[in-house]
Each structure stands twice: as structure tokens, then as C-alpha cells.
């Protein structure tokens, strides 16, 4: 054999040898890469999981807190709302109540007594030998009780004597009426009117005029007093 020939025949064996050697799999190289990488992403999205499912609790526990909170917030603002209706209302009923007064009408009671348009007095009849009654009807038109009433009554002219009647006759012109103990309710309770029943006696010469000023007084109200001309007639 020619040396050409065994040089031949060594390329070759040496090709066979080099085809024999195990070269790199690329392929199963960049599959590996792949599920490597396909591995990491699953691994990522479950912890990513995770971590949303705790944030989740933990936003739920959150919002729980802050919606007990806005409750217990919304409760005592109802009661501060309600705490506050009851002082205004308080503070109204206490003001309606200082502001309540008691108020007095008087008026000549006119079952026995006529009115004379003609000379604006009021007819007063006067048995022969007797003297004359006169009632005066108090009324608390108010809308609350007058207490520590007091009341004057002045004859005009003096001989004119005015006493309670069924006090028998008396010697002055001026009567005084106390009713300090009790405590007289305005007509929007039920509660009906004051009377005073007053005798009129004539001293000496009888006079066919005269006038019944009446000055009246209580806890709470001025000192007011009103004026009643009379004319006195036979009957």
C-alpha cells in the first residue's frame, strides 16, 4: 500500500473517530432554557398569588377596622345629634316657661247692673233703706297662675263706703282684698274667674254718681288699675 493510500485510510478513520464524538444538543438546550423559564414565571405567578390573597386579607381586616370605626363614629354623632335636640328642646321649653306671665281682665259683672250708653255709666239699683252690690269679675287670660293677688278698691266721693259684702256696713271708702295663698289659673286650664262681691253703703246725703277705681296687683304683673263710673237709681 502506497503511503498515499494509508493517508487516505488515517483521514478517513479520523473523520469516523470526529463523527463519533458527541457534539452540544441546542435544541434540548433551548428546551431546558424554556421550562426553566416556564418554571420561574409559574413560581413568580404563585407568590404573586400569595401576596395579592394576603393583601386581600389584609385590606378586608382593614376595611372591617375603618367600617367599625365609621359606625362607632356614626353612633356617637347620632348621639351628640340627639344629646343636642334635647338641650334645644330644654332650652325652649325653659325659655316658654320664664316666658309665661299671667294676665289679668277685670269687668263689672252685669246680672244686676245696666249700661247707660247715654251717660257711659253703669245702673246700679239701690233698694229704699238698703245699700247696693256691685260684682267685679277678675279672669286670668295669661297662660300662667297669678299668685299674691291683691286688690284695692277706692270709692269716689268717701261717702261712698264699700265693704265685702255680708261684712256688714263699715266707715271707709277704701277696701282691701289679699289672696297671697292662692294660686288663681288662667282660663286656657278650665279655671273660671275671680269674684269680688262688693256692698256700697251711702253715708250721709246719697249721691247719684260716683266711681269704683280698682287697682289690682300679683306676682309677675304691674300694678294696673281701671276706673267704673256709676249711677245710682231707685228700685
Known amino acids: 500500500m502506497s503511503d498515499r493510500a494509508r493517508l487516505r485510510e488515517w483521514n478517513l478513520a479520523i473523520r469516523r473517530w470526529r463523527g463519533r464524538k458527541p457534539g452540544l444538543n441546542w435544541k434540548f438546550i433551548a428546551r431546558s432554557v424554556l421550562l426553566l423559564q416556564l418554571g420561574l414565571t409559574i413560581v413568580a405567578l404563585i407568590i404573586s398569588w400569595i401576596v395579592f390573597k394576603r393583601q386581600i386579607r389584609d385590606s378586608a381586616a382593614q376595611q ?9 363614629m356614626n353612633s356617637s354623632v347620632k348621639l351628640a345629634e340627639k344629646t343636642l335636640r334635647l338641650l334645644e328642646q330644654q332650652y325652649e321649653d325653659e325659655r316658654a316657661l320664664r316666658s309665661r306671665r299671667p294676665r289679668l281682665a277685670i269687668q263689672i259683672d252685669t246680672t244686676g247692673v245696666a249700661w247707660n250708653r247715654t251717660t257711659n255709666r253703669f245702673v246700679v239699683r239701690k233698694p229704699f233703706g238698703m245699700g247696693a252690690n256691685v260684682d267685679f269679675l277678675f279672669r286670668n287670660v ?32 277704701v277696701l282691701q282684698l ?3 295663698s292662692q294660686a288663681w289659673q288662667p282660663e286656657s286650664l278650665g279655671a273660671g274667674p275671680y269674684v269680688i262681691h262688693v256692698r256700697l253703703d251711702f253715708q250721709g246725703a246719697v249721691v247719684r254718681r260716683f266711681s269704683l277705681h280698682v287697682r289690682y296687683s300679683a306676682a309677675g304683673i304691674k300694678v294696673d288699675a281701671r276706673r267704673f263710673d256709676f249711677e245710682l237709681v231707685d228700685g
Do not use: Y
Open 64 to 72: 372591617s377596622t375603618l367600617e367599625a370605626s365609621a359606625r362607632a
Open 142 to 173: 295669661g297662660d300662667a297662675p297669678a299668685t299674691g293677688l291683691v286688690i284695692f278698691v277706692v270709692s269716689v266721693p268717701d261717702s261712698v263706703i264699700v265693704n265685702p259684702e255680708g261684712m256688714g256696713r263699715g266707715r271707709q271708702n
Open 178 to 180: 289679699d289672696n297671697a
